[in-house]
């Protein structure tokens, strides 16, 4: 059983355009992180969020983490081809140390 | 400053070998984490480190899974009798000593691609 399902898997969008990714769960997680991974390399840590409802921004990319803290998204408005790459949602139970990551989602941006 | 760096980055062995992977993680973390990715699925946790200690060892797959940590800094993941099922990238990640209201960035090294004949 996944515990972090993301979607979509795949998503191969035209440069401009507007996309969001979700990483859903039924449990609760006390924080949830999003990943971004280039290949060959190892996943980079993007954002962090923590509360309930909260909503960052980090330039062309919104990170929300829902109220109930079971669910995130993330939104990247007027992607470039420097945004392709396998994005990673983790989340992390409260009182562990041991981050649970989603399968990715994989995206091409075509210039 | 440097980053978390892994060697080899890439392994061909054959089946029935034994291999080892090392990790070196950035100066002063004192947690240390092992995960595989396979094609097409997300990081699977094997191993986790504080210090010297692995109080969780509860992912690797099979006792032909080891690891260890010494002096709290390099780690070395061993795979003995190596299994074509064994083939993924052996992801290592390292967290700095303070906690922050639940948060746990780990940083992540490039990984070593492991592929066994």
């Known amino acids: 059983t996944q515990l972090l399902e993301q979607s979509p898997q795949f998503l191969s969008i035209q440069e401009g355009e507007n996309l969001t990714v979700y990483c859903n769960s039924s449990s609760v997680f006390s924080s949830l992180q999003w990943y971004r991974q280039e290949p060959g390399e190892g996943p980079v840590l993007l954002v962090t969020?923590?509360?309930?409802?909260e909503v960052k921004k980090l330039k062309r990319l919104t990170f929300q983490f829902g109220d109930a803290r079971k669910d995130s998204s993330l939104h990247i408005t007027a992607a470039q081809p420097g945004d392709t790459g396998l994005y990673l949602c983790?989340?992390?139970?409260?009182?562990?140390?041991?981050?649970?990551f989603g399968k990715g989602t994989k995206l091409s941006v075509i210039p | 400053g440097a980053g978390v760096s892994q060697s080899p980055s890439n392994k061909v062995t054959e089946k029935g070998k034994d291999v080892e992977l090392r990790c070196d993680p950035i100066?002063?973390?004192?947690?240390l984490y092992w995960y595989r990715q396979s094609l097409g699925q997300g990081l699977e946790f094997l191993i986790y480190f504080q210090g010297n200690s692995a109080p969780d060892k509860s992912g690797l797959p099979s006792d032909r899974f080891s690891a260890e940590r010494t002096g709290g800094s390099v780690s070395t993941l061993t795979i003995q009798r190596t299994q074509q099922e064994d083939s993924a990238v052996y992801l290592c990640a390292s967290s700095p000593p303070s906690w922050d209201s639940g948060d746990n960035e780990q940083f992540f090294g490039p990984g070593t691609r492991l592929t066994v004949l």
């Open positions: 969020v923590v509360t309930g409802g």
């Open positions: 100066s002063g973390h004192t947690a």
């Open positions: 983790a989340g992390l139970r409260a009182g562990s140390y041991q981050l649970t």
